[in-house]
């Protein structure tokens, strides 16, 4: 009782000293609590609205793909309007209605702009019927009544704007279905971001399936006290052909559409834990610097507390109770600041324009415990080597200044550990550089990153010693002896110094590793881009992955001044080699001209006898598999077609990154065996314009596409700032990411600057009484923390890149060979961490130099 008395009145005498631990605590549990609520309140808005939207029963066509799967021939799977009246003579059915749905459509407004989500929602056209009533309900107009009027969802008409008597366009592969809005749907649910559009039952069979007397799928809602696992046999019973249809109850359906979106919910939801997870080992270096210099100012009082009879166990406790008061503090406001991040996270996606609701906001009960738990017992952990320290004082330390450093030197044990790990460390890097597969690498490489990090980590004491001082050669050395102290500062406690600029070290050291990484990515995109691609301008989907529909390359292929286009069709396949092995690998469907719009090297053959009649070419890879020569026929089986046994014509190189394993036929040989209304449409077309013709061209090609906004016409140098862009935009969402990290690490310089400046509050007491002004010891202090920065950026962006070098290399193996290294990037960084500890040195600065002067000096 009297320990836990004692580190509570500590705890609240020091609480001043540790409110920036507390906040580095706070911000990691908020970070944590923050991405569980808002990928839970994700699911809670899917769930709700794949609940709604789903009947009691659901009956589609067995070969129907997923909800995130578009058909290739742009076309949905249809089932017969016959079978809608079998399911309707079930026992138990109370109404069974077809409906059509396909999202392999655009819909843009009279000025050509695509009224389309920009976040990846799919667009959504089909008929209207009752079952849409479960999700929604008309709030303006009416449904529409015939070929000439669609009704479009309430979240879509606010977004762009629209009204009743507008004209909107439904782009789909039979073509354009013009009409004018005549009513308005609003979704009972939340609507995540899709865009919906509703045409009368005649016209969405005939122009999104292409014939009339079919549908997508049957909507079968059940009578009173008739359950679905009921009604579902039932049904199945009065269709009878089992093979031919798949059925599902409402909750089969929604649990089916929510596997589709749980994959991608869990990679964001693990990557930003992961980033949090960042955050919380920079914290842990933030609170082991807190405790480490309260025991180092409270040496007199811990020894007069050993001298009156405390044990060490109980000075232990006693550090590592206040240590739980901290976690405890730093984590309920963690968990309360958490559900602020995740509504202040919808908000940002709603600006994006993705609908999520804060009347879904879901908090688990699970997310402030795990929040709770995780805040305390880093903390807590973090402490135990300070409280460690504090039980080893002797009661002779009472004799003691309070202050007094007693590591000013990293342990011989501590330098000799440290540079075994960073030793094999570095040897495990060097191995990943030199492996022969990525696989293998791959593991070198993690095992390189942790121990390199770790051993950086333990031998930052000693590295502080000798770095500190090339530095402030550089950096401090102009500003004399104001200088020559800040330098004396940072280098007093070298374990200090070492953790402080090793919580930055971390976060800068993952910048530095991915910038090398992406810059190496585009470099080496960039070069093969130059070697192997001769086509003048490529035309595919943007966002929305439409097939290139035909109105819209008729279009194309009218435009004047080019030389070819090229058709590029990927075909499902399963593929019989010679030695009897069955893969599912698809083969590309493209005209001859594809050999020189994509210049491919040939391992065995000639390419362009691949383009010949019942040819093809396969990768070396799968010929090496099974060992299959020019000359050897493979049996492909065409999805939804016949079987062919295709001549191997030629093997082609897989060192690639465009293509690569890609094997090639004709189209015309692939129309031999697939019919022509499954036949894929094209997902890519290749153009090459007549000599000295191209400005024309690109612009005539442009203006021809003006009616489909759905698509993008680039040339090469498009290609190439459309892919550094990509990049560019992936590496800042990783950087925001790790900007807590950084932000932590910075509130670990100006809590190590800001105790430091209360445990030497006689020295500078002193130093203000023979002569050094409040400008003087300001300047001072900020150059310490420059260089502490200084110090944790060059150790940070020296590691990352040669992490990134040691990733870029296992790339290589993947094909991308060349290495760039960002040095503009890096420069701006390591400038960049000279303002960051000019800014952490600012409230510790300023605070010194309004310290009293005598009672500085009289201070114990």
């Known amino acids: ?27 990691s549990v908020a970070f944590v609590c923050g991405t569980l609520v808002f990928t839970d309140t994700m699911n809670t808005t899917f769930d709700k609205l794949f ?27 249809s089932l017969p309007a016959a079978a809608v009246e079998q399911a309707g003579k079930a026992d138990g059915v109370k109404t069974a209605e077809g409906a059509v749905t396909s999202m392999s459509v655009t819909v843009v407004d009279s000025h050509n702009k695509n009224m389309g989500s920009s976040t990846g929602a799919p667009t959504i056209a089909g008929n209207w ?30 977004k762009h704007h ?28 939340t609507n995540p971001g899709a865009a919906v559009v509703y045409l009368d039952t005649a016209t969405a069979q005939v122009k999104l399936l292409g014939k009339p007397d079919v549908f997508t799928h049957i909507s079968v809602t059940a009578k009173p006290g008739v359950s679905d696992a009921q009604l579902k046999k039932n049904v199945a019973t009065a269709l009878g052909d089992s093979a031919a249809y798949k059925l599902r109850t409402q909750q089969e359906a929604a649990d089916a559409n929510k596997d589709s979106m749980g994959s991608f919910l869990d990679v964001m939801k693990y990557a930003m834990l992961g980033f949090a997870g960042i955050a919380f080992l920079v914290g842990i270096f933030l609170i082991v610097n807190t405790f480490s210099m309260l025991v180092a100012q409270r040496t007199r009082e811990i020894g007069l507390m050993r001298a009156i009879g405390s044990s060490r166990k109980q000075v232990n406790r006693s550090v590592l109770i206040e240590a739980l008061f901290l976690g405890v503090v730093g984590s309920l406001l963690g968990v309360g600041a958490g559900i602020g991040v995740a509504v202040g996270l919808m908000k ?40 460690r320290r504090a039980g080893k004082i002797s009661p002779m330390a009472a004799l003691r200044d309070a202050g007094t450093p007693a590591d000013g030197r990293a342990g011989r044990v501590r330098a000799a550990i440290g540079l075994v790990l960073t030793l094999a460390g570095g040897a495990a890097l060097l191995a990943a550089t030199r492996a022969d597969k990525s696989s293998e690498g791959s593991l070198f490489l993690g095992a390189g990153v942790v121990l390199t990090l770790i051993g950086f980590i333990v031998i930052g004491p000693l590295l502080a010693g000798f770095v500190v001082r090339v530095l402030s050669t550089v950096v401090l050395r102009m500003f004399g002896p104001v200088g020559r102290m800040a330098e004396r500062n940072a280098l007093r406690n070298p374990r200090r110094t070492g953790a402080t600029g090793a919580a930055l070290m971390i976060g800068l050291a993952l910048v530095a590793c991915l910038s090398v990484v992406g810059s190496s990515m585009v470099a080496s995109a960039t070069e093969e881009l130059d070697r192997s691609v001769g086509a003048d301008f490529i035309v595919q989907p943007s966002g929305n992955p439409q097939p290139i529909v035909p109105q819209a390359a008729k279009a194309l292929k009218a435009v004047p001044g080019i030389e070819h286009f090229t058709d590029y069709k990927a075909v499902s396949a399963k593929l019989t080699a010679p030695d009897g092995a069955v893969e599912d690998e698809g083969v590309v469907a493209a005209d ?44 492909v089986a065409f999805k939804d077609g016949g079987t062919a046994r295709l001549k191997v014509a030629a093997i082609t190189s897989d060192d690639t990154n465009v293509d690569k394993g890609a094997m090639y036929t004709n189209i015309t040989t692939a129309e031999k065996y697939v019919p022509a209304d499954k036949m894929p449409k094209n997902m890519i077309m290749f153009a090459k314009a007549q000599d000295g013709k191209e400005k024309e061209a690109y612009t005539a090609l442009k203006d021809a596409l ?62 203000r009484a023979i002569g050094l002004s409040r400008r003087q010891l300001r300047r001072m202090i900020r150059l310490e923390s420059v260089v502490i920065a200084l110090f944790g950026a060059l150790l940070g962006l020296g590691l990352g890149m040669g992490w990134g070098t040691a990733a870029q290399k296992l790339l290589a193996l993947e094909g991308l060979g060349v290495l760039e290294i960002p040095w503009p990037t890096i420069l701006t960084v390591f ?30």
């Open 706 to 767: 003006a009616a489909y906004p759905q698509y993008t016409v680039q040339n090469q140098a498009d290609f190439k700032q459309d892919l550094k862009d990509q990049i560019g935009q992936l590496l800042n969402i990783v950087y925001g990411l790790l900007a807590l990290a950084i932000i932590v690490a910075v509130l670990g310089v100006v809590n190590t600057l800001a105790l430091s400046v209360v445990e030497r509050t006689r020295e500078i007491g002193l130093m």
């Open 348 to 387: 940002l996606m709603n600006s994006m324009g993705m609908n999520l609701s804060t009347e879904d906001l879901t908090i688990a009960w699970t997310t402030p415990v795990l929040g709770l738990t995780l805040g305390i017992v880093v903390t807590v952990f973090a402490a135990y080597i300070p409280a």
């Open 51 to 77: 609940a709604a939207t789903s009947a009691d029963v659901t009956v589609s066509p067995r070969t129907a793909r997923g909800a995130d799967e578009l058909p290739a021939n742009g076309e949905p799977v």
């Open 162 to 189: 629209l009204k009743i008597g507008d004209e909107l366009r439904t782009i789909a592969v039979t073509g354009d279905i013009r009409a004018r809005i005549s009513g308005i749907a609003s979704f009972k649910v």
């Open 129 to 158: 019927t009752q079952n849409d009533l479960r999700s929604m309900e008309i709030t303006s107009g009416h449904a529409p009544r015939g070929p000439t009027e669609v009704m479009v969802d309430a979240d879509t008409a606010d």
């Open 831 to 860: 400038v960049g961490s000279a303002f960051v500890g000019l800014f952490a040195a600012l409230v510790p600065a300023f605070r010194a130099g309004r310290m009293n002067v005598l009672n500085a000096i009289a201070t114990e």
């Open 592 to 635: 001859p001209t594809y050999r020189d719009d994509l210049r491919r090297e040939t391992v065995s053959g000639n390419l362009a006898d691949a383009y010949g009649k019942d040819a093809m070419s396969v990768g070396d890879a799968y010929a090496t598999r099974h060992r299959i020569k020019v000359g050897d026929r493979i049996t």
């Open 1 to 27: 009782m009297t320990v836990w008395k004692t580190s509570r009145r500590n705890f609240f005498a020091h609480k001043g000293r540790m409110a920036l631990s507390a906040v580095a605590v706070l911000l």
